[in-house]
T-cell receptor, first 115, second 110 residues
């Protein structure tokens, strides 16, 4: 199946700093990528839809100025958590949709810990 | 909101078939039933999807009732590596979004 990677797999940052997470589709071009957040023992929550070359669409309740999404190429989307706080500590997962296909392929996730 | 209802947890003995039910009584005619699973601390993995006919692939079988209001995912010979949270999702193919419910936590018992 298609491969989606994320970098880094784990990151620890200090409160008040920003951290960038990359999501790459390795063997296909993804016009649409998605970002999810998952807290312990909870399900995945969709944060935003990222479209190549245009602004991301955020789900209700997700602060667009705090979670900056950039989808500058067909194989790369980035999520930047700005001014991170301990409550932003979570498991962040991206997914990518192959054009003309309906399956979505998920990355392995990035565990963010804010101290 | 998720459009499906699943039991929160299930146990299955290793080597036996695991049958995971899902209710989706409000499914629309153009909506497919998708199954994903998430092994601990990993991203979700696609398993199978179907519209109204039963489907089978190398991982599992999907049985959809004739009225399409419920379905069952079957793992024919469960192994310890099948321990995961299984998500049943109803979605039209034109929809980009996947909205996850709470899923079923499947424990495979040795």
């Amino acid at each position: 199946g298609a491969v989606v990677s994320q970098h880094p797999s784990r990151v620890i940052c200090k409160s008040g700093t920003s951290v960038k997470i990359e999501c790459r589709s390795l063997d296909f071009q993804a016009t649409t990528m998605f970002w999810y957040r998952q807290f312990p023992k909870q399900s995945l929550m969709l944060m935003a839809t990222s479209n190549e070359g245009s602004k991301a669409t955020y789900e209700q309740g997700v602060e667009k100025d705090k979670f900056l999404i950039n989808h500058a190429s067909l194989t790369l989307s980035t999520l930047t958590v700005t001014s991170a706080h301990p409550e932003d500590s979570s498991f962040y997962i991206c997914s990518a949709r192959r054009p003309a296909k309906y399956e979505q392929y998920f990355g392995p996730g990035t565990r963010l810990t804010v101290t | 909101d998720a459009k499906t209802t699943q039991p929160p947890s299930m146990d299955c003995a290793e080597g036996r078939a695991a049958n995971l039910p899902c209710n989706h009584s409000t499914i629309s005619g153009n909506e497919y039933v998708y199954w994903y699973r998430q092994i601990h601390s990993q991203g979700p993995q696609y398993i199978i999807h179907g519209l109204k006919n039963n489907e089978t692939n190398e991982m599992a079988s999907l049985i959809i009732t004739e009225d399409r209001k419920s379905s069952t995912l079957i793992l024919p010979h469960a192994t310890l590596r099948d321990t995961a949270v299984y998500y049943c999702i109803v979605r039209a193919n034109r929809d980009d979004k996947i909205i996850f419910g709470k899923g079923t936590r499947l424990h495979i018992l040795p």
